[in-house]
């Protein structure tokens, strides 16, 4: 008999949300923006910050500090890592071994040769503190006028990635061989 946490830890590892009941599906969408956080880390930490996604524009994307990273289960249901590289420290390698999964995070993006940054709470996808880049010497009306079509382009660029993230995750057997790897990867992240 599998314990109940440990079904509920595997259910984005199998890619098996078909055999899911409706209440089932419903509690697992409720981390669907824990999962998208810690697949974005996955992604841009095997291939040097870049990502590359199908209808995506290629990217780069740093998880900043401070970083929560949270599970249902275990002693500490929740962990907090900072400095400069809060996700490569022994307490966030040993986190995400245990299952936890990313819940909040700053992001440094580089879209287009520009970079954004914003704080990201992956439980209620939401961003917050977004930080555009503005030309320098622009005022008045015309900086407000650029800052509003700059946040409504990150808005529009951080939908197409969530949506490649959905294309995958709800393709049971592309979404198989992501996680094979995303688990295999986990497996070797070192205490040091």
Not at 90 to 96: G, M, S
Not at 114 to 140: E, I, R, Y
């Amino acid at each position: 008999m599998v314990p109940e946490w440990r079904a509920q830890r595997n259910h984005w590892q199998t890619g098996q949300l078909k055999e899911m009941g409706l209440a089932e599906k419903a509690a697992a969408s409720e981390h669907v923006g824990q999962e998208f956080a810690t697949w974005l880390y996955w992604r841009s930490s095997t291939h040097g910050s870049r990502v590359k996604l199908d209808g995506v524009e290629e990217f780069q994307v740093w998880f900043e500090s401070p970083v929560e990273l949270v599970s249902d289960w275990g002693d500490a249901t929740a962990v907090v890592v900072s400095g400069g590289l809060p996700l490569d420290s022994p307490e966030a390698h040993r986190a995400l071994r245990e299952g936890k999964k990313i819940a909040k995070a700053r992001l440094r993006l580089i879209v287009k040769n520009q970079t954004h940054t914003c704080a990201f709470d992956a439980s209620v996808f939401a961003v917050s503190g977004l930080k555009v880049p503005l030309p320098p010497n622009l005022g008045g009306g015309d900086a407000m006028l650029l800052r509003l079509e700059l946040f409504e382009e990150f808005e529009a660029f951080l939908s197409q990635v969530f949506e490649a993230f959905l294309r995958l995750r709800l393709d049971d057997k592309a979404w198989a061989g992501e996680a094979k790897k995303m688990t295999a990867w986990v497996a070797g992240l070192g205490d040091a």
